[in-house]
């Protein structure tokens, strides 16, 4: 059975950062996809960054350039660095792991992709 569970969501300021871990286990090896999701008051889920088994990532628009991810295979861990928060980045933020991932290929993350879910992490960003 695959389990993944999200932790490091916090109040912080705008303008800060923060780190999120996600650990993946129940798979015997580290080909397999991670990724981050979030869904904003009102809003619907979205993709925010992930990798597959290969190293191939992909980010959502609007966190390009501010938001980073980056994998420990030995630890089971995939991390989303989040810097320069803004307020519109509160929200529940949700990691999901599956063995394929097409579309990470072309950068897309995708939740269609994704069967296996954590329970969320609430990150709240006051202005």
């Known amino acids: 059975e695959v389990r993944v569970v999200e932790s490091g969501g916090e109040t912080v300021q705008s303008g800060g950062s923060l780190t999120l871990s996600c650990v993946v286990s129940?798979?015997?090896?580290?080909?397999?996809?991670v990724a981050w999701f979030r869904q904003r008051p009102g809003q619907e889920r979205e993709g925010v960054a992930g990798m597959n088994g290969e190293g191939r990532m992909g980010y959502g628009d609007s966190v390009k350039g501010r938001f980073a991810v980056s994998r420990d295979n030995a630890k089971n861990t995939l991390s989303l660095q989040m810097n320069n928060l803004k307020p519109e980045d509160t929200a529940t933020y949700y990691c999901?792991?599956?063995?394929?991932?097409?579309?990470?290929?072309?950068?897309?993350?995708?939740?269609?992709?994704?069967?296996?879910w954590g329970q969320g992490t609430q990150v709240a960003v006051s202005s």
């Open positions: 129940g798979y015997s090896d580290s080909n397999y996809c």
């Open positions: 999901a792991a599956d063995r394929l991932c097409p579309l990470m290929w072309a950068g897309i993350v995708a939740q269609n992709e994704f069967l296996n």
